[in-house]
């Protein structure tokens, strides 16, 4: 990629990576907000998430998870798209345990967003 896109950019291609992964596989693919998890929610498998990966490192020019991000901490689609956002900006990037305890926090807020009454 010769130009540095936008965040709106990068969350664009990381949604249509993750649709077209879906349609090859003859999945229905669901509108994504970003809350939906690639296994659980998407089922997407392992080696769903290593090619779409390596797709995404393809088209962006980038590999977050060289140095920057561990493949493990990425569960969600918004893990996806902040993974190669904070690629691209790195002011973006949460440092050492405050970072860790901001995630926290994060998955703690969605999981009880999940858990009320609608």
Known sequence: MLTTPTLAQVELVVHGRIRQVLAERGEE???LAGAEKLSATL???????????AELEAELGVDP????????SVRSVSDLVRAYQ???FPELRRGGEDGVIAAGVERA???QARRKPR
């Open 29 to 31: 693919i669901p509108p």
């Open 109 to 111: 807020r969605t999981r």
């Open 65 to 72: 998870f060289a140095k920057l991000v561990s493949i493990t």
């Open 43 to 53: 089922g997407l498998s392992s080696l769903d998430l290593a090619l779409l990966v």
């Open 86 to 88: 904070q690629a691209f």
